[in-house]
């Protein structure tokens, strides 16, 4: 399957906590310092989701830092995503 959103290299963090089979949830900080919560990232490379968005909202090039709040590890709602991609 084809993502439309693949991290770069120096972005993949393998050291997220899944909550499920290869999914992460984060938060994203980007160039111009926005902060963006409960993104879903499916095997530490793509992103999948976001909640609230139906498309991203920022270029792949502005994401600074990938981090895990404490709700990120444990995310207690997990029904608002926007799905990116089809699954076929």
């Known amino acids: 399957m084809n993502f439309k959103y ?3 290299e120096n972005l993949i963090n393998a050291d997220l906590c899944e909550f499920a089979n290869g999914g992460a949830q984060v938060t994203i900080r980007t160039k ?7 993104i879903l ?3 530490c490379m793509w992103i999948v989701a976001m909640a609230g968005y139906n498309e991203l909202p920022f270029k792949i090039d502005d994401i600074i830092e990938i981090y895990q709040t404490g709700n ?3 995310p207690k ?3 608002d995503w926007f799905f990116f991609d089809k699954w076929e």
């Open 32 to 38: 111009g310092g926005d902060i963006y919560e409960k």
């Open 77 to 79: 709602q997990k029904i």
């Open 41 to 43: 990232i499916s095997n």
């Open 72 to 74: 990120d590890k444990n």
């Open 6 to 8: 693949t991290l770069p």
